[in-house]
């Protein structure tokens, strides 16, 4: 190699930035010992913007087009350097390509829960989570606050200062609008630009960053009060609680003949009933009736062996209804505190009316003929 094709080789004619990214925020050009040559061309590509920094200070910028470096499109940067005259000699200088196009679909969520005094279940805790566009508007205030000497910013280095700033301004913004918790899902359209203009606020003259997207995609609820409100939910389903108590007893039934008069049905649907009367009359396992007045003590319960095993108690309505159904029998074990033991229904009095049979009458004489 030459004298010619060295001292040409440590030249640069071309400053150019290929992105072949698509969350660079800023890339500075490697020189290194080169030396930018007078009249060299200087390519900004759509969605660029081309900065050049000497001795620490921002001097020229150039937007997308073609260039070709001399003393007249480079006034600041003469200035800088002390070009009285113009230079016909090559120079250094520190170039940054900036991206002025939207960086998309960038994460934020809320690495601890809001707190929130709910009107309707007093202080809570939300976490929310969505997206963001994140955008280069203003180069001087992004070289000096955040790229500093970094050669190449990513936006993932801005994430977590983003995350904490979009946070802030979640909580902020949940205290202003003092919404209820189960309202929050109706305004996710609304409060998502509410939280933009937020943030917005926030970044525009400090960093040099536009928001020009930002959506939430959830705000979720503790898993207790989650629970809560799915137990609220079923029973709002289930509608008039006698009619499905009474479904459900009928269900019972006829599952428990199905299955040769096991117990388990026959203990659901009795229980469903007995419970569906506690939760229709307030008061009724207590002593007081809707009215207020003191009730007589219950009818002794009875429980019922079956396979073995006892079930119960029942009250003597549902003994009866089990009885007319079939499913207990005269042989049929029971027991209630009125007894001494077990005891076959057939010989217990308050069931045995239950299971004899009426007696066939003498029929009529045959008339003389």
């Known amino acids: 190699m030459g004298l010619f094709d060295k001292l040409r080789g440590e030249l640069i004619d071309i400053v150019e930035w290929i992105d072949d990214t698509r969350n660079t925020l800023v890339w500075r050009f490697p020189r290194y010992q080169n030396e930018i040559k007078q009249g060299a061309q200087l390519i900004v590509r759509p969605g660029q913007l081309a900065v050049f920094v000497m001795h620490g200070k921002v001097a020229d910028m150039f937007e997308p087009g073609t260039h070709t470096l001399n003393t007249q499109n480079l006034p600041l940067l003469s200035t800088i350097a002390g070009w009285k005259f113009g230079f016909n000699s090559p120079f250094k200088s520190e170039i940054y390509f900036i991206t002025t196009r939207q960086i998309t679909d960038l994460k934020w969520g809320t690495p601890n829960p809001i707190m929130l005094r709910d009107p309707e279940f007093g202080p809570i805790r939300l976490r929310a989570f969505g997206t963001y566009a994140l955008k280069a508007v203003e180069p001087k205030a992004l070289l000096t606050e955040l790229v500093g000497t970094d050669g190449i910013v990513e936006a993932d280095e801005v994430t977590e200062l983003m995350r904490a700033i979009i946070s802030s301004a979640m909580a902020d913004m949940l205290a202003e609008k003092q919404v209820a918790a189960l309202d929050l899902a109706s305004k996710y359209t609304e409060f998502s630009e509410e939280l933009r203009k937020y943030v917005q606020e926030r970044i525009d003259d400090e ?67 007995m419970a569906g009367r506690m939760m229709t009359t307030p008061g009724v396992g207590m002593g007081v009736p809707a009215g207020g007045s003191p009730v007589p003590p219950p009818l002794p319960a009875w429980h019922v062996a079956v396979n073995g095993q006892p079930q119960g108690p029942y009250s003597p309505e549902q003994v009866q209804q089990s009885i007319a159904a079939g499913r207990i029998t005269s042989e049929t074990l029971l027991w209630s505190p009125t007894i001494a033991g077990w005891t076959a229904a057939s010989k217990l009095p308050d069931w045995a009316v239950y299971f004899q049979k009426a007696a066939t009458p003498t029929p009529p004489p045959i008339p003389p003929q």
Request: net charge negative.
């Open 207 to 273: 960093y040099g960053l536009a928001i020009p997207q930002l959506i939430i995609v959830n705000i979720s609820l503790p898993e207790a009060v989650e629970k809560a409100l799915d137990t609220r939910t079923s029973m709002g389903v289930l509608g008039d609680m006698t009619k499905f108590q009474q479904y459900s007893l009928g269900e019972a039934m006829r599952e428990s003949a199905q299955h040769g008069g096991g117990g388990e049905g026959l203990g659901l649907g009795m229980g469903v009933a």
